[in-house]
Each structure stands twice: as structure tokens, then as C-alpha cells.
């Protein structure tokens, strides 16, 4: 199941004991049915439990049976929509003006639906069951509402901007004929969820995120020791060509003491930081002071050829 699913599956199985709170619900998905006129009422979609959720609604608030149909097998890439309908004229024109709606083009918002923020946390949910979509956060960050006509839509973005301490930054495009409302900061789409209800599928956003964020510090941590490590085999096969090149010669001998010890360590343990070297030495001297040392090494080597 798809991550859109999940979040719809959790929102329709929210538990809603104001019907005020159901009304504005079931509002905003007549709303944004395929068809919601005074003649007709007709619902698509390809989620069950927004199917379900549509049905139950319907019934226990206008004591409606809808029409059902199922989706039946269809070619591979075809949608498979299950389809509320109802086609009786007395009981389409009855919702309609229920919510007080007298013209059925370009439909827009009647906020007289949403009078307080119960009922605005309902409306948003209804539209999400309706039209939403919001991405699986192992892919990306992104939350967005299809709608049909545009002022409707751009209504969808001002009720959104209306949650409480949400500051949620919702724009708008259009895209093959639809008005699109999308979201896609990681922070604001896990408010947006949490609003209207579906806090596990917040917290997995927000689990995602942070296992994301572990990763990729693990992964620059890891990339960072790899580039020392490189760093310090490059400057160890140039020690010990230039320790080697010295033993050529017959001028290694020559060196003093304490440039001996150093290139034997350096020849014993070539895999050594020179911090581990200075370690290694009695006394022990600093990362620099061995540096200092292996450089002379080598300009002595450069001399010699």
C-alpha cells in the first residue's frame, strides 16, 4: 500500500463525535466530487477507505443510500475507481442546499460550512480523502490537492493558511487541465497530517526524516576518515620512496639519529598517521615535529637525484 493510502486509510478511520465536525467532513468531499449539482451527485475515487468513509457519511447524516460500484478488473495503467453516486433529484437538490449552495459551476467555498477550527480541521480532512496526495518520505517531501476549478482551489489554499500555528506555505499551479494546492517543506506536511489526523503517518515522516539526516551525517563522517586515509597513504608512499631512494644512494647512514628513527617508523608501520608515529618515538614529539622531520627527509632525497 502506498504511503497516500496509509495516511488516507488512517484518516477515514478518524473518530468524530460532533456532527458539525462530519458535516464540514463530508462538505468538502461533495465538493470536490466528479459531479455535485442539484440533478446529480456522483463520487470517484481509488481508495476504499475514502469509499467507505463517502458511504458512511452519506448515510448517517442524510440517511442517503447511495449507489456503489465497484472497481472490476481493468488493463494494466487503467484507474480503478470505486463510484458513490446519487441520482435521485430530490435528495441531490436536498444536500445541495443544505450547505447552501444556488448555482452549480466553479464551485467555491460556502465558509458559512466552517465556523470553527473543529469544523476547518474537518473540511481539510474531507479534501485530503477527496483529492490529496502526499509522497512516500523515503522519496521526497511533497503534499499536494487536485482540484477541478481554480477558485475553488485557490479557496483550499486560504482555508489551509487558516490553521492555528501551523503557518503552513501552500501554493498553487496548474497541471493538465487541474489546479494543484501542494506543500512540500518536510515540517509543514507532518503539521498538515497531524491537523487533520493522521499522526502516525506524521510520525513516520518525522522517523524517516531523522533516520535520513543519521544517514547522511554517518555518510559525510564516513567519506571524511576515507579522504584522510588517502590523504595519509599518499604522504606515506612519498616518505618511503624518498626513505627508500636515501638507502639507494648509500646516504641514509649519513642521516642523524633522529631523522633514522622516524623513517624506520615510517618504513615499520607505513599505515601510521604521523600523529602515531610521534607517538611511537621516546620522547614522543607532535604530529608536527614528525612532519617536520619526514619533510627533511625528502628534501634531502631531492638533493640526491
Do not use: W
Not at 486560504?158 to 487541465?177: A, N, Y
Not at 633514522?260 to 611511537?280: M, T
Amino acid at each position: 500500500m502506498s504511503f497516500s493510502n496509509e495516511t488516507k486509510k488512517e484518516l477515514s478511520k478518524t473518530v468524530v463525535s460532533d456532527d458539525r465536525v462530519l458535516y464540514s467532513e463530508l462538505y468538502a468531499m461533495l465538493l470536490l466530487s466528479k459531479t455535485f449539482t442539484q440533478q446529480k451527485i456522483e463520487f470517484k475515487t481509488e481508495n476504499q477507505y475514502t469509499f467507505s468513509r463517502m458511504t458512511s457519511l452519506l448515510l448517517k447524516l442524510f440517511k442517503v443510500e447511495a449507489k456503489q460500484s465497484f472497481p472490476a478488473s481493468a488493463p494494466s495503467g487503467r484507474n480503478k475507481n470505486f463510484t458513490v453516486t446519487i441520482d435521485d433529484p430530490a435528495q441531490c437538490k436536498r444536500i445541495f442546499e443544505y450547505y447552501g449552495h444556488d448555482r452549480e459551476i466553479s464551485l467555491r467555498v460556502n465558509r458559512a460550512n466552517i465556523a470553527d477550527e473543529e469544523e476547518l480541521r474537518g473540511f481539510i480532512r474531507g479534501a485530503f480523502l477527496s483529492c490529496g496526495s502526499v509522497t512516500d518520505p523515503e522519496k521526497g517531501y511533497h503534499l499536494e490537492f487536485a482540484v477541478a476549478y481554480k477558485n475553488l482551489c485557490r479557496d483550499i489554499c486560504v482555508i489551509i493558511r487558516e490553521i492555528p500555528d501551523c503557518e503552513i506555505s501552500v501554493k498553487m499551479l496548474s497541471r493538465m487541465g487541474a489546479y494543484i494546492a501542494y506543500v512540500k517543506d518536510s515540517e509543514q506536511i507532518t503539521d498538515l497530517l497531524a491537523y487533520m489526523g493522521a499522526g502516525n503517518c506524521a510520525m513516520n515522516i518525522m522517523g524517516t526524516k531523522a533516520l535520513k539526516q543519521v544517514r547522511n551525517s554517518a555518510n559525510r563522517i564516513a567519506n571524511s576518515e576515507i579522504a584522510n586515509l588517502e590523504k595519509v597513504a599518499a604522504a606515506s608512499a612519498a616518505q618511503i620512496k624518498a626513505i627508500n631512494h636515501l638507502k639507494k644512494t648509500g646516504k641514509y647512514n649519513l642521516l642523524p639519529d633522529h631523522l633514522k628513527e622516524v623513517a624506520d617508523l615510517r618504513l615499520e608501520y607505513p599505515e601510521f598517521s604521523l600523529r602515531d608515529i610521534g607517538e611511537r618515538l621516546d620522547p614522543k614529539i607532535s604530529r608536527s615535529g614528525v612532519n617536520h622531520r619526514l619533510e627533511k627527509i625528502i628534501r634531502l632525497s631531492k638533493e640526491e637525484s
